[in-house]
């Protein structure tokens, strides 16, 4: 591994997201690579979430800067599709950060599509009713609670 | 920029690529128009977002489009310097909004379509066109839902809705038939397995219109004047006016950024 690789990784993954910034790049499973080349230049690849994603300006942006703050002579932020970038690819700890914003996040991966009820992140009940397959940014979907009568957001699964 | 792995030529890949981005464009537009317009608050955000899917699959794809042609022309100058008769979308996609009826009408034929070709070029041999599929079925699925809801509260809800789907149909049915229809460089494509041949995505089409009708107390009009030519740059006078408004800023402000 050619010297400053793993702190380049280790800098892009903790970038936070432009519109969910308590997650980071590596909670969303979008950072796909980061190398180093002789010269210290530095490629990062990213995927997208949506295809019209509209953060994803920002986080090259934002990826750039913190490595060029970091000492990298250059840095190049590709973007890559393949392969697609699915909810699946949200780890335990970013689910456990969702929940912890009163966010839903989306179900686990079910072998054959069922239609699940979300719980409450305000009082844990399970009569929750949509009440927007849409949100405030891309990635969610507003609900409320039928029992607290809270609305919430919900991390909707894409898959 | 050389043929792809798949031997499609680049032109043939620089045509297909901009008809199905083409498609994307134009409906991201008309969807974008509904902004302030739509009938609740939550229709709103879910129209702008939807158009926000279909402009990022425009963006993919006229980017490749640009790419395999190798003339330097970037998605930017393909979305505003091109003119109506260099447009390859569908008749069905640059058809007025309408009342909320006709769009979501349009939304159920046009996703429904969009799935069953995504589905199949995310597996077809042009790796390019499938990585693009591939992201984007996930989103026609979405969008697809969405109509489906829609069509079904519509369909069955008062006498005035229910009445307002049937003109829709009958509006939209006659821009159907185009979907089907393969142009030559589609058909190579789909020789060369980059392109599901489209006779073979018609049934599964139908299939799923007619239940989602059925089931909403519809039904596919008996009758239709066909109507086609998008494909080859025919297009109504709908698509002038429509770009004249999307393109206007951009050509009056070349390079201008915000
Ligand atoms: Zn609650």
């Known amino acids: 591994m050619p010297p400053g690789e793993e702190l380049a990784r280790r800098l892009a993954a903790e970038v936070p997201d432009p519109e969910l910034p308590f997650l980071t790049l590596e909670d969303l499973g979008i950072l796909r690579r980061v190398e180093v ?48 970038w699915s909810t699946d690819r949200l780890g335990p700890r970013a689910r456990a950060k969702l929940e912890a914003m009163d966010i839903a996040p989306p179900p686990p ?27 405030s940014t891309a990635c969610k979907s507003l609900w409320r609670c039928q029992d607290c009568s809270e609305p919430f957001e919900h991390f909707k699964a894409l898959r | 920029m050389t043929a792809g792995v798949a031997g499609l030529s680049a032109l043939d890949l620089h045509e297909v ?7 994307c464009l134009v409906l991201s537009h008309r969807l974008a128009e509904w902004t302030t317009h739509a009938p609740e608050l939550e229709e709103e955000v879910a129209l702008a977002n939807l158009a926000l899917d279909l402009l990022g699959q425009a963006r993919s794809l006229l980017s490749l489009a640009g790419e395999a042609e190798g003339r330097g022309r970037d998605e930017d100058q393909l ?19 309408g009342d909320f009826a006709v769009t979501m009408t349009r939304q159920l034929l046009f996703s429904a379509y969009q ?14 066109l499938a990585a693009i599929a591939a992201k984007g079925v996930m989103e026609a699925r979405y969008h697809l839902e969405h ?47 980059a392109l599901p041949p489209l006779a073979s995505i018609e049934g599964p089409w139908r299939k799923t219109i007619q239940s989602q009708l059925e089931s909403s107390h519809l039904e596919i009009p008996e009758f239709s004047a066909w109507q086609s030519g998008g494909r080859r740059g025919s297009h109504s006078e709908h698509l002038g006016h429509l770009l004249a408004e999307m393109q206007h ?3 009056s402000h070349p390079n201008a950024t915000w």
């Not at chain 1, 690849?45 to 000492?71: F, H, I, K, N, W």
């Not at chain 1, 991966?109 to 949100?135: D, E, N, V, W, Y």
């Not at chain 2, 003109?167 to 030559?184: G, I, M, N, Q, S």
């Open chain 2, 115 to 128: 799935e069953l070709l995504y589905d199949r070029i995310s597996s077809g041999t042009e790796p390019r």
């Open chain 2, 17 to 23: 690529a901009l008809a199905l981005g083409d498609d």
């Open chain 2, 249 to 251: 800023l951009h050509r």
């Open chain 2, 79 to 97: 979305a505003y310097w091109r003119d109506d008769r260099d447009f390859r979308n569908l008749l069905l996609v640059e058809q007025p909004n």
């Open chain 2, 147 to 193: 109509a489906r809801l829609w069509v079904q509260r519509l369909g069955g809800g008062t006498e005035e809705s229910h009445s307002r789907m049937r003109r829709a149909l009958d509006l939209l049915w006659p821009y159907t038939k185009e979907l089907f229809e393969p142009t030559e460089a589609w058909g190579r494509a789909a020789d060369l397995g």
């Open chain 1, 37 to 84: 080349g002789p010269e210290g230049t530095v490629r990062v690849v990213l995927t997208p979430t949506y295809s019209g994603c509209p953060a994803v300006g920002q986080m090259a942006e934002d990826v750039r800067r913190t490595l060029m703050d970091a000492g990298f002579p250059a840095v190049q932020v590709d973007t890559e599709l393949a392969p697609a």
């Open chain 1, 109 to 135: 991966a079910a072998p054959a599509p069922i239609t699940l009820t979300l719980k409450c992140p305000h009082c844990g009940s399970l009569r929750t009713r949509q009440l927007s397959r849409f949100g």
